[in-house]
């Protein structure tokens, strides 16, 4: 079992500057190699304060000449938003600052807030057609010459400049067969997300990634891994998982406000839906979010991704955004790297 760490900057409000965040991020990176994680991962969001993150780039190029073993992943550039050469071009020159440490996660996107502000009001689920298209182009520009004449893109005889050092891993997000059988066809390695959901769900998303593996016989297995927001508290701490519970609380009511696109945001900012409309959505109650994601003390959350190895997942993911301040997810992944990461060594 391999070890991530998925993070970006977030701000809840105006008292914590953009600077700070950026060091706080530096900081839990930087802890994250010493405690033998294999990546970290950066995504792509636009003009929302509470996932800053308007390109991974410039963050996973500063990490890496900050660190020396841990790969930088871009989990992920939103496909649609991209043109291929950019892609390509971007993701080399990482890999060459880097070394070969550059990973490129790809996503066909998902809040519609970002697509009418980025891709003209496109459907945010037609942004799929961006991501399918874009995979193999992005690898023939790493090989050399190339010219594309597709539905989205087109352009003359052109090359990735500079070239990758070695050609990167590249991951799809995934959740529907489709996109399974899209990215196990084309040799992608497959990040998945349950969100709130409980382990029935890891199940349900790793038998499709299976389903895709036995349509696809003669392609090498690529690997699996499963993001869950992750909050670790002391077992001499009974109370503990509520922080974590609570927080998780906000972080997806934030995100329902911002799905649902159905309120202007305020200089970056949108309030969390109010409890009140989750009274009916038992996934919210805060005991299910204890048991839904990964909240617990080190020997429960053991227990947990144990059986996430006993059902094929190669990485596990630990996403710490969730609104709590830095110096809980701090403690919090000392926690982790301290007493769940030995367990798998």
């Avoid at 994250?32 to 969001?45: N, P, Q």
């Avoid at 990482?94 to 807030?113: K, T």
């Avoid at 995100?255 to 200089?267: E, H, I, R, S």
């Amino acid at each position: 079992m391999k070890f991530s760490l998925f993070v970006h900057m977030e701000r809840w409000d105006e008292k914590t500057s953009h600077r700070q965040l950026f060091e706080d991020l530096t900081e839990l990176t930087l802890m994250a190699e010493k405690g033998g994680f294999s990546t970290v991962w950066i995504g792509e969001h636009h003009a929302m304060e509470y996932t800053i993150s308007p390109s991974p780039m410039p963050l996973l190029a500063y990490l890496a000449g900050k660190t020396t073993t841990i790969h930088l992943g871009a989990g992920t550039i939103i496909a649609p938003f991209w043109h291929p050469l950019r892609v390509a071009g971007e993701c080399a020159l990482l890999d060459v600052i880097s070394n070969g440490r550059m990973e490129v996660g790809l996503a066909r996107g998902a809040y519609q807030v970002e697509f009418d502000r980025m891709a003209g009001g496109m459907p945010a689920s037609s942004g799929g057609n961006a991501l399918r298209e874009m995979v193999p182009v992005v690898r023939k520009l790493w090989e050399g010459d190339y010219a594309h004449d597709g539905e989205i893109w087109k352009f003359p005889t052109s090359t990735s400049v500079p070239k990758p050092v070695k050609t990167p891993p590249m991951w799809i997000a995934a959740r529907d067969p489709d996109s399974h059988n899209f990215a196990v066809a084309n040799g992608c390695n497959v990040m998945v997300t349950p969100l709130m959901k409980g382990d029935e769900e890891v199940v349900d998303l790793k038998n499709k990634f299976e389903a895709a593996l036995a349509n696809n016989p003669t392609v090498p297995r690529p690997q699996l891994m499963v993001l869950r927001h992750t909050h670790v508290h002391g077992k001499d701490d009974p109370e503990g998982w509520k922080v974590g519970a609570t927080a998780i609380s906000r972080f997806y009511r934030t995100f329902d406000a911002w799905f649902g696109n159905k309120t202007t945001p305020v200089n970056g900012f949108l309030e969390p839906s109010p409890e009140s409309k989750f009274a009916e959505r038992p996934e919210f109650e805060l005991e299910n979010i204890r048991k839904n994601t990964m909240i617990g003390t080190p020997e429960q959350i053991i227990a947990r991704i144990q059986y996430y190895q006993e059902l094929g997942v190669d990485e596990f993911s630990f996403w710490c955004d969730n609104s709590l301040p830095h110096a809980e997810k701090k403690k919090s992944l000392e926690l982790f790297i301290n007493e769940v990461v030995p367990a798998f060594q």
